[in-house]
Antibody, heavy 117, light 107 residues
Framework: EVQLVESGGGLVKPGGSLRLSCAAS????????MHWVRQAPGKGLEWVSS????????YYADSVKGRFTISRDNAKNSLYLQMNSLRAEDTAIYYC??????????WGQGTLVTVSS | EIVLTQSPDTLSLSPGERATLSCRAS???????LAWYQQKPGQAPRLLVY???SRAAGIPDRFSGSGSGTDFTLTISRLEPEDFAVYYC?????????FGQGTKLEI
């Protein structure tokens, strides 16, 4: 059974940092790109970042470029998102997602990040 | 960036009725890489349709996707009580991947 489990969310002050993790199981993690998608409270979905299967290609949404860093450890079947210089508008549920069919066929349960003083 | 506009914002129907949800793109994108997701409160989105018309694994056949170019449709042939949720379209043919704003399907 495919499972994606996020962790690392919480309350952080503006300007602070947080590192999210996503533990994957049930599929060949190193065979697929991985993505982060977020959803602000009561709002729609926003793609945040993606990383290719071996980390050679990395992309970011303009809204997080220069502040967030995506990475992965295929030996640990894990995906990460280092978030620095956090802003109130980064408050959201952050999902890791696997696009094994191109679209996101598997999602984690999400981890809530709240940026507030 | 490709903008996806979904209509209507809210659709009020009853169980047993047919639902038609629309997604229009601001420009064409690669290979009709258009997906539909269903999201219920407190849950992660669930993939329904990818490649504009291919049903994802385990999705009932009352859900069908169609369209090409810039106009796409998700049809739910006979609504079941569990189908009332928010539906999002997404294009994954061009970078950045973008989502529509969502259509809320309510009873």
């Amino acid at each position: 059974e495919v499972q994606l489990v996020e962790s690392g969310g919480g309350l952080v002050k503006p300007g602070g940092s947080l590192r999210l993790s996503c533990a994957a199981s049930g599929f060949t993690f190193s065979g697929y790109s991985m993505h982060w998608v977020r959803q602000a409270p009561g709002k729609g979905l926003e793609w945040v970042s993606s990383i290719s299967s071996y980390g050679t290609s990395i992309y970011y949404a303009d809204s997080v470029k220069g502040r967030f860093t995506i990475s992965r450890d295929n030996a640990k079947n894990s995906l990460y998102l280092q978030m620095n210089s956090l802003r109130a508008e980064d408050t959201a549920i952050y999902y890791c997602a696997s696009p094994r069919v191109g679209a996101y066929d598997y999602w984690g349960q999400g981890t809530l990040v709240t940026v507030s003083s | 960036e490709i903008v996806l506009t979904q209509s209507p914002d809210t659709l009020s129907l009853s169980p047993g009725e047919r639902a038609t949800l629309s997604c229009r793109a601001s420009q064409t994108f690669s290979s009709n890489y258009l997906a539909w997701y269903q999201q219920k409160p407190g849950q992660a989105p669930r993939l329904l349709v990818y490649g504009a018309s291919s049903r994802a694994a385990g999705i009932p056949d009352r859900f069908s996707g169609s369209g090409s170019g810039t106009d796409f449709t998700l049809t739910i042939s006979r609504l079941e009580p569990e189908d009332f949720a928010v539906y999002y379209c997404q294009q994954y043919g061009n970078s950045p991947r973008t989502f529509g704003q969502g259509t809320k399907l309510e009873i």
